[in-house]
């Protein structure tokens, strides 16, 4: 009994501390994106997003984006978990989003789901403003019951924090 005590006095004292520190502020990213798509589709466009951190180095992201190439476009809108590691004067990240997309051209359109993987770095400016490097996503996407894994998404743009 008194180990299971200690133990809980222990985790709570710890858990305490981890509340200590600074949950930071909610993020906003805006900027360009180049996306390829399988076979041979490449286009340009925007992409967008907004981060709720849980802590100092998980959060929670919202992302959207589009790509647009001789009538045709490309919208994805996903979520996700994102890991930072907070360093001065880049902070480098990880996420894994999962969403929808959806593909049209000529009028004609299709949706269907979408998983990204990748990561970045953040340029720190210091202030409320940063500046995204890179952003670089692995895209699987599924339309119709097919399977494309041979696409990727890189951007770039800035960050403004509240």
Known sequence: MKKLIGVALFLGLMSCACFAQETPKPELFG???????????NAS?????????????????GDFSGAYHSGANFHTYAGGPVVV???????????ALFGGAHAASS????????MM???????????????????????????????NKNNARVSTGFLFRF
């Open 117 to 147: 993987f990748g990561g970045g770095a953040d340029l720190e400016t210091g202030g409320r403003l940063a500046f995204r490097l890179a952003q670089v996503d692995w895209m699987m996407t599924r339309f119709n019951g097919f399977t």
């Open 45 to 61: 466009g925007w992409n967008g997003s907004a981060t709720m951190y849980i802590n100092r180095w998980v959060g929670v992201t």
């Open 85 to 95: 590691m907070r360093r001065k004067p880049v902070s480098p990240f990880a996420h």
């Open 31 to 41: 900027g360009y994106q180049f996306t390829t798509l399988d076979p041979s589709w």
């Open 107 to 114: 009028g004609f359109g299709d949706s269907g789901m979408v």
